[in-house]
């Protein structure tokens, strides 16, 4: 898909990754959504600077001071939505760094899907409770990340400003989860159902 | 470091991230360099496009196709990068994912340092023998995660076009191994040595 074919405005930015799901998705069965040729593996820029937009104009009116994801996939986007917003991005990092170790916050993240565990950890100096933060991912399917980042960023007293999401499975309960918590979800994308080459979107 | 204060030319863009280690990178020792303050564990998406815009000036003439990075924190630049060079972006995994599995490249990649090793992916569609790549990175030190890049990106004929590092341990000889494969090497801070509270570079 060639983005220029595109009249970008906002309504459009919307649509955008709607549209690239349905064209370069490719589900490979109820479950598995391969979408490395556009956001996970291989990245595009130009794509990732309209999804930051689409984030920034949706939450511009949430006071955010930071934006945060956790590390790897959902920094492209994540960083285009900092840029877009004009404030610093924070990486949660997966396992603690030798270099970062003093005055650290950490989490336990637990996938059940995946039946992996790993620590999340932010170092307390980069957050406060002044903070207003805006957690970007990519997926949400159980919500198992996007609940570790909100455990871990409350720890340091800081305001959940909002959960902003490229892709959600919406057949699973990760949005019910997080809503039920009273936290607001905005999915660019939300898949109701989908299987071996067929995506049905959410419209 | 308020970034406003940069009256930003291609000069200055150079010298940037140069003050900015100086001001906030922190030396813990003569080999640790914590700079989680703004690239890797907080991200300053202004300076990160400022450093991909040095880059891709650096670069434009060499026909570059594709900017790869290895996960995570070679992302933040590499994607803007990619951004100023109008170009996609492919990050190379540091794990085998459940979902990437067929006609995949694949080294494993020991870092002396750390006492680790780990298995570099990239999906085999992504890239071809056309494709003339510039390697991003954050960090050069011994020159391992380099190296392991250049080995996979050479298992599919592809070009390197050239390795970009924002810090180089110049007392490390990681430069030295790339140059001696015949890899040019721009780095845009360069350090000469470096103690505990004491940062010397080379200008």
Do not use: C, W
Not at 6 to 13: A, V
Not at 24 to 37: H, M, R, T, Y
Not at 119 to 125: C, D, P
Request: aromatic content about 6%; cysteine-free.
């Amino acid at each position: 898909m060639d983005l220029s074919e595109y009249h970008i405005n906002e309504e459009d930015k919307m649509k955008l990754l709607q549209e690239k799901v349905l064209a370069d998705g490719i589900a490979i069965n109820e479950n598995i959504l391969k979408v490395d040729s556009f956001i996970n593996h291989q990245v595009e820029p130009e794509l990732m600077k309209l999804i930051g937009e689409d984030f920034a104009e949706h939450f511009k009116d949430k006071g955010i001071t930071k934006v945060a994801t956790i590390e790897s996939s959902g920094i492209a986007p994540a960083l285009m939505t900092a840029a877009a917003l004009q404030v610093p991005l924070l990486v949660l990092k997966k396992s603690p760094s030798k270099v970062l170790n003093e005055n650290m916050y950490q989490t336990i993240v637990t996938s059940y899907t995946k039946g992996t565990s790993y620590e999340l950890t932010l170092a307390g100096h980069l957050i406060s409770e002044e903070d207003h933060v805006l957690i970007i991912d990519d997926f949400l399917a159980n919500g198992e990340a996007a609940t570790g980042a909100i455990r871990l960023i409350r720890k340091a007293h800081a305001t959940i400003a909002g959960i902003g999401i490229l892709i959600e499975k919406s057949f699973q309960p990760g949005r019910a989860k997080l809503e039920e918590q009273g936290f607001y979800v905005y999915s660019q994308v939300r898949i109701k159902k989908m299987d071996k080459g067929v995506i049905e979107l959410i419209p």
